[in-house]
């Protein structure tokens, strides 16, 4: 066997399983069936899901973010404005009441990231219909 054939092989072992029957894929299939059946039956028994591997901890401290955000209402049309304006230094955060992501972006508007973050709040905004104030609220 040349090494570039060696070579080959190693990258197909290590880059994802291979099922060499179907037998052996079906098994991985109910297993992972089975695994997700395991966590809905703890999540609806209040006991608290198991999360595996590097994903876990991550996992667990983004579950313990979202339940520290609270609501915020504003008007979409000054936030829409706002947003156009000085989004990319992060004003419309300051509008909408999240004063710690507001600094960030203040700090770091020389970096892009707040515009980059300005078009993913656009795009999370634009859709929502307003209240028939022209209020939303968002977490």
Do not use: C
């Not at 066997?1 to 291979?18: H, I, W």
């Not at 992060?90 to 909408?96: A, P």
């Not at 634009?126 to 209240?131: G, L, N, S, W």
Request: hydrophobic share 40%; charged share 25%.
């Amino acid at each position: 066997m040349s090494e570039r054939e060696n070579n080959k092989q190693v990258k197909a072992e290590t880059v994802a399983p291979v099922f060499e029957d179907k037998e052996e894929m079906s098994y991985a299939r109910k297993l992972a069936k089975m695994d997700f059946e395991l966590q809905a039956a703890q999540h609806e028994a209040g006991v608290k899901e198991n999360t595996y591997g590097v994903w876990g901890p991550i996992w667990k401290f983004m579950q313990w973010y979202d339940s520290k955000r609270v609501e915020h209402t504003f008007k979409k049309k000054t936030y829409m404005w706002l947003m156009l304006f000085t989004g990319f230094f992060g004003g419309h955060r300051w509008y909408q009441g999240r004063r710690w992501l507001a600094l960030f972006e203040t700090l770091f508007f020389w970096t892009g990231v707040p515009a980059i973050m300005m078009v993913t709040d656009f795009m999370e905004v634009f859709p929502i219909k307003p209240d028939e104030n022209g209020y939303i609220t968002m977490r």
